[in-house]
């Protein structure tokens, strides 16, 4: 006997079959909806599951696992770039963004484009809820973006460690290597505060025969790190010692952060794919592998007609950070600079750049504006800024972090820095703060910096009514 269906009878029998086909606002409202990150078994038992359901997605694709404190990001975008110029199309996906999605996952080094973001998404989301798997939005955004990848055939995809390492819901891959950027203490209200500790859940993803490398640089912090890295049986290659040659003010604070990312690279390169990089060894002639002797006049004048693009010339023409990170805007009156710094030794950073910036050329007047999530250590952030205002004149303006939970109240914190003797303030909002600032400094020589967390970065975009970045 038939059945006549109605249309719409017919709609709802083919989403059952196939799942639902959502707009790219839903996905959005979806993902923001969602928990946001899991550290724990859970996580990396709903990857496992998800990835045997898209027929072991991951085990297709050569994955690079970064994992670390700070520097993760910028050293997947450094690493992405100085692959490119090997011709190799690397695909990463990065763990928060500031204004939309799309910003967490990129190809050549480009954002994905809504249609294909929605459509990868729509994939796992429909399998997620056949599943009924109670997925973070970490978690669907990261196998999205190995659909994505592998349908766009990349050679090698970048996964960033969204938090810790060992129950981060990426390291359910096998990697090829795996990269710590460096040891120090962030998100203590899930990690604890137990350095070694800590540094043990970091190394949950030293995999074994996979190589990796890190680029701490406190030798008995490596000495630990090498222990589990022996345990894991993975292959331990040589700790990023010195700075790449990036523009001033750069090299001094990203400088080993791209040494990590041209090593990382050459690692993929030549143990990985089998081919030599004299590119990537830093070679200033074409040396071919295992020549032995100073190059022939021939092979110079060859070298002076035809120049070989050295990693001096790569940073000097396309050296860029990610927005959020250090993002200096010089077009604004007065200059504006933002950074997604959130935990003490990020900041340290930040104040070290804001210093060369000054002594580059003279700072007349200076407000920092902080929000700061709860589990850092007040008493030190304060010392800190107590130290860059020593340095250059100015004062600090505490605001409430927007969107964000646990996070310190800017009245008691600006009481703390009184304390310290410094010029402080407290207000309601970011945007308040800022046009306080804006009046305090001067219009062509002043400073401001907004630093903290990455929603306080997203906040100032907000305010200024972007709402996506091309």
Not at 353 to 381: P, Q, T, W
Request: charged letters at 25%.
């Amino acid at each position: 006997m038939s059945i006549n269906l109605t249309s719409s009878q017919k709609h709802k029998n083919e989403e059952n079959v196939l799942g639902k086909n959502r707009s790219y606002n839903d996905v959005i409202e979806f993902l923001s909806a969602a928990n946001q990150i899991d550290y724990s078994k859970n996580a990396i038992s709903r990857m496992q599951e998800l990835n045997k359901e898209f027929d072991d997605v991951a085990s297709k694709l050569d994955i690079i696992l970064i994992g670390g404190v700070n520097g993760k990001s910028l050293t997947i975008n450094f690493a992405a770039k100085l692959l490119a110029e090997e011709g190799i199309r690397a695909g990463a996906c990065y763990s928060s963004h500031i204004l939309t999605y799309n910003e967490r996952i990129t190809l050549d080094s480009k954002y994905i484009q809504n249609k294909q973001f929605t459509d990868s998404i729509n994939e796992v989301l429909n399998v997620v809820e056949a599943k009924k798997l109670k997925a973070t939005a970490f978690e669907i955004v990261t196998m999205a973006s190995l659909l994505y990848f592998k349908s766009e055939k990349v050679d090698v995809v970048f996964l960033e460690v969204g938090m810790g390492g060992t129950l981060d819901a990426t390291n359910f891959v096998k990697p090829k290597i795996s990269a710590v950027t460096q040891v120090s203490m962030d998100d203590m209200d899930v990690l604890g505060t137990d350095f070694d500790k800590v540094t043990g859940e970091l190394m949950g993803i030293a995999k074994n025969d996979c190589y990796f490398i890190s680029a701490e640089q406190s030798k008995t912090c490596l000495q630990k790190m090498k222990e589990f890295s022996d345990v894991a049986g993975a292959k331990w290659m040589m700790p990023i010692r010195k700075q790449s040659a990036l523009p001033y003010i750069y090299e001094q604070l990203y400088g080993r952060t791209a040494s990590l990312a041209e090593r990382i690279a050459l690692i993929y390169v030549e143990n990985i794919k089998g081919k030599f990089s004299p590119f990537l060894r830093g070679n200033l002639l074409l040396t071919k592998q295992g020549q032995r002797g100073r190059p022939t006049l021939e092979e110079k004048k060859k070298a002076i007609l035809n120049p070989v693009k050295t990693l001096k010339s790569f940073w000097n023409e396309k050296f860029e950070l990610l927005r959020g990170r250090f993002e200096l805007l010089e077009k604004e009156k007065p200059t504006i600079i933002l950074d997604n710094a959130h935990n003490l030794d990020a900041l340290a950073n930040l104040f070290l750049g804001i210093r060369l910036l000054h002594y580059k050329k003279s700072i007349n007047g200076f407000v920092l504006i902080l929000g700061m999530k709860s589990f850092h250590d007040a008493n030190e952030v304060v010392k800190s800024i107590r130290y860059l205002l020593k340095k250059i004149s100015g004062q600090v303006f505490f605001v409430p972090a927007p969107g964000e939970q646990n996070v310190h109240n800017p009245e008691e914190l600006c009481k703390l820095a009184k304390s310290f003797g410094i010029r402080a303030n407290s207000y309601k909002s970011l945007n308040e703060a800022f046009e306080v600032a804006r009046q305090a400094v001067d219009e062509r020589q002043g400073l401001i910096a907004i630093a903290g967390t990455t929603s306080m970065v997203s906040e100032y975009w907000k305010n200024k009514d972007i709402k996506k970045f091309n």
